[in-house]
């Protein structure tokens, strides 16, 4: 399968607010999206096949340090390599933008994408208690620093 990306964009932003609504138990609505279009520290990429959005990941761009906001892939898509290829996309930019390191919170439950992370050789550091709602569960948090990572 071959996977492109481009940033999202207002015709864009309807399909990812659908993997979002599948995805997530208290999804973004797609005025989120839309505003975080406007938001110069945010940056979201979708993944195409052909021309259908199959994933997306954003995140905050902090200067020395880029934040994931979330990632997720559209369930028809899933195990393709597609959230592999998104992150490489972050981890490429931010190598690029010498940001020394990437952090992101994940449910502790979430198997597949701790293992994502995992397979990308990011470490646990922390735990926020009861972070997560509905259901309520902490959260792991994670990073990479992305200075001499093969990637
Ligand atoms: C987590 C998620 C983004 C993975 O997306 P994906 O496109 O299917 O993942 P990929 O095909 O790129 O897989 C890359 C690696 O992730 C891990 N992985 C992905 N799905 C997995 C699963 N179901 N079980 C275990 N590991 C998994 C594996 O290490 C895999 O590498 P491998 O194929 O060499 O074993 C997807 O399951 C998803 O959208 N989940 C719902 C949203 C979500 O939980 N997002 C994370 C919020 S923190």
Not at 80 to 92: F, N, R
Request: glycine share 2%; hydrophobic share 40%.
């Amino acid at each position: 399968m071959k996977i492109t990306c481009k940033p999202m964009d207002l015709n864009s932003v309807a399909e990812v607010a659908k993997i979002e609504a599948l995805c997530f138990s208290s999804p973004w609505p797609v005025d989120s999206f839309l505003n975080i279009l406007n938001n110069n520290n945010a940056l979201y990429l979708v993944a195409l096949e052909n021309e259908n959005v199959a994933g997306y990941i954003g995140i905050f761009d902090l200067i020395d340090e880029f934040s994931i906001i979330n990632i997720a892939t559209h369930p028809s898509y899933r195990n393709k390599g597609v959230a592999k290829y998104l992150m490489e996309q972050i981890h490429s930019r931010a190598k690029s933008k010498n940001c020394p390191l990437v952090t992101l919170e994940v449910r502790e439950s979430n198997i597949a994408a701790r293992s994502l992370y995992e397979s990308f050789n990011y470490k646990e550091y922390g735990r926020l208690k009861n972070y997560y709602s509905d259901p309520l569960e902490d959260a792991i948090l994670y990073q990479l620093r992305i200075i001499n990572q093969e990637i």
